[in-house]
């Protein structure tokens, strides 16, 4: 099991910024292909970007395409997500997880809280 540390969240207003980070443990990171997901009140949990192990093939969903970019540092065990043109749909708890295809392997961390609002 990785052990996975999600921060960066909190509120910020329609069309504002912010920088998820996620940090993992151990010394194969470079190893895992590496997704962001997230659970919006009263949602069933979803995917919203993946990032091979290099960090040279992404993925997004639609909804998030053209707004997020989902990067990684390997020297520094993290993988990001920087979220832009923020939407009050936006806001929910975002998780990272090591994937296969869009599909999470490992257990969930605790996340953190993104709220989009005036």
């Known amino acids: 099991q990785v052990q996975l540390v999600e921060s960066g969240g909190g509120l910020v207003q329609p069309g504002g910024s912010l920088r998820l980070s996620c940090a993992a443990s151990?010394?194969?990171?470079?190893?895992?292909?590496m997704g962001w997901f997230r659970r919006a009140p009263g949602k069933e949990r979803e995917f919203v970007a993946t990032?091979?192990?290099?960090?040279?093939?992404?993925t997004y969903a639609d909804s998030v395409k053209s707004r997020f970019t989902i990067s990684r540092d390997n020297t520094k065990n993290t993988v990001y997500l920087q979220m832009n043109s923020l939407r009050p749909e936006d806001t929910a708890v975002y998780y990272c997880?090591?994937?296969?295809?869009?599909?999470?392997?490992?257990?969930w961390g605790q996340g953190t809280q993104v709220t989009v609002s005036s």
């Open positions: 997880n090591v994937v296969i295809g869009t599909r999470a392997l490992n257990s």
């Open positions: 990032i091979s192990r290099s960090g040279g093939s992404t």
């Open positions: 151990g010394r194969t990171f470079s190893s895992y292909a």
